[in-house]
């Protein structure tokens, strides 16, 4: 069959049946699904002759921006396999995408944030441990290496405290990041939940893997929970970090003091506090609780 006029669209299936010959079903539609998704409505229309570096790095910018650099690593790696199959079949000659530039996620402060709007979204939407993940990280401020290894043992349930004194951090358990311990309020939504969430576990650490033990970094949550879930739903990841900066912003947009978000975050002092969140300082307003601020 003389496929030398086909597009893209035209001949994906039958490289996509190639590629995922020896794959697990399930895997196999979830590439799918990225393919028709990410790939085939930019360069569907486009005869597989026609594919060039330039145009293909246009399109990988563009993903880039929309869903990030994982995202297009994955889907630049499974045009890679189909126009690989393009050349076995005497298409082209060349994989244009081999000649494309290596991108990077874009630098950046890192103190973008989600706004209320989407948090609600994100929070309504969310389930078990990513939904209790997100909820502590956002009503707390705390790092996420300080989260997953965050105990119920390390909780006051009658001063509705958390004292944080640990931190996972490549791949072992050590101090926190300033090297000293903090106590620091719960908000009472999150408060409740933490409650429930006791009920129904028997482990002292709040957020276990599959084998009953803590996360040894937060890679693989990001990667097989938050980002998915989150182009799931149609909100752009924006970092998990950001939900840590979310959490300032809100509470001092709400008229918490300064030396208590400093307190909460785990800064040795309120300059570092006020370097990064200067701009959303109020003063002269009577300090409001976290439980009005941070109620989800």
Not at 7 to 31: G, I, W
Not at 141 to 161: H, P, Y
Not at 207 to 216: A, E, H, K, L, V
Request: charged residues 30%; proline residues 2%.
């Amino acid at each position: 069959m003389d496929y030398k006029n086909y597009t893209l669209k035209e001949f994906y299936q039958m490289a996509m049946s190639e590629v995922n010959y020896s794959v697990r079903r399930e895997t196999a539609r979830d590439r799918v699904r990225r393919v028709e998704k990410h790939i085939i409505p930019y360069l569907g229309n486009v005869r597989l002759t026609d594919l060039t570096a330039l145009r293909l790095e246009r399109w990988q910018i563009d993903l880039l921006r929309l869903r990030g650099i994982d995202q297009v690593r994955r889907c630049k790696n499974l045009l890679k396999n189909i126009l690989n199959r393009a050349i076995v079949h005497g298409i082209i000659d060349n994989n244009p995408i081999e000649a494309t530039a290596q991108l990077r996620e874009p630098k950046s402060d890192g103190r973008e944030i989600y706004t209320r709007e989407e948090l609600e979204q994100i929070l309504y939407n969310s389930t078990g441990q990513l939904h209790l993940f997100i909820l502590t990280m956002v009503s707390l401020g705390v790092r996420s290496g300080e989260i997953i290894v965050l105990r119920f043992s390390d909780i006051d349930w009658g001063a509705r405290t958390i004292k944080v004194q640990r931190a996972m951090r490549k791949g072992e358990i050590k101090a926190t990041k300033t090297g000293t311990w903090r106590t620091i309020d719960i908000p009472i939504g999150l408060f409740n939940k933490l409650l429930e969430h006791r009920a129904s576990h028997s482990e002292d650490y709040i957020f276990i893997n599959q084998n009953g033990t803590p996360y040894r970094d937060t890679t693989y949550f990001l990667r097989r929970h938050f980002k998915p879930f989150l182009e799931r739903i149609g909100v752009k990841y924006k970092s998990l970090y950001s939900l840590r900066h979310t959490y300032a912003t809100m509470s001092l947009q709400g008229g918490q003091s300064i030396n208590y978000v400093a307190k909460q975050l785990g800064h040795r002092d309120t300059r570092t506090t006020q370097e990064y969140y200067i701009k959303y300082l109020r003063n002269n307003e009577d300090l409001e609780r976290a439980d009005r601020i941070l109620s989800f």
